[in-house]
């Protein structure tokens, strides 16, 4: 059990900061990601009426990849940031290949548990996404397996859990007003949610 305590007020006003000293960079950043995700469908194709999914363009497959490979390499971006490192956008091809195929298997491993978590009750889900928080990156941070990450980010947990979803839903809640705030507010809040989420892992790792 950790006996880090951390202020989430603290935590976005730092992560506020970090922002405005390159606030181009992470808006760009951001617009990336948004407009690779938003064009990624992974190829599939549902029927509205019998949800039957079908395999209909490999450009959309490919796409989604891309998205998944950008989705880590920013992640990283924010871990280095936050720990007082340079970063520039050469960091978004940073990842290497046996980096990022843990990454996608630590999402998938992590959101069937979360899926499972919810179908349960909603409060196993909750339960579930605050223990595997930290999963993805610590395999993009530490160079752990997915396997081992997972573990991990269980044992760096255990006993903050109330904390850590208190911290999830303050995210959430910055999110949704960013886009309320005419959508523009997204490129904002997107990068400084995601900068407090880098910030409060290391925190942890460094308390671990």
Same mark, same amino acid.
């Given at each position: ?106 999402? !998938? #491993? ?7 978590? $919810?179908? %349960? /009750? +909603? ?6 996404? *605050? ?42 809640? !910055? #999110? ?7 959508? $523009?507010? %997204? /490129? +904002? ?6 900068? *407090? ?12």
């Amino acid at each position: 059990m950790s006996d880090i305590t951390f202020s989430i007020s603290e935590l976005i006003q730092d992560a506020w900061s970090k922002f405005k000293e390159k606030p181009v960079f992470w808006i760009l950043v951001t617009i990336i990601s948004i407009v690779v995700s938003y064009f990624g469908d992974y190829g599939l194709s549902v029927d509205p009426e019998s949800f039957e999914a079908s395999f209909t363009s490999i450009q959309g497959f490919v796409i989604s990849i891309l998205g998944l490979y950008l989705s880590a390499s920013i992640t990283l971006i924010y871990i280095k940031y936050m720990r007082g490192e340079s970063v520039s956008l050469n960091d978004l091809f940073a990842v290497d290949l046996n980096k990022f195929i843990h990454y996608v298997l630590s999402v !998938l #491993v992590s959101g069937v548990l979360m899926i499972f978590g $919810f179908i %349960l /009750l +909603i409060l196993p889900g909750f339960y579930v996404m *605050a223990r595997l928080m930290f999963v993805q990156y610590l395999v993009l941070d530490r160079n752990l397996s997915f396997s081992e990450a997972i573990t991990t980010s269980f044992n760096m947990s255990e006993g903050r859990v109330l904390d850590l979803i208190s911290f999830m839903f303050a995210m959430a809640f !910055l #999110v949704i007003l960013g886009f309320l705030s005419l959508v $523009f507010g %997204l /490129l +904002i809040a997107i990068p400084v949610s995601s900068l *407090a989420t880098a910030k409060l892992y290391l925190l942890f790792v460094k308390n671990e």
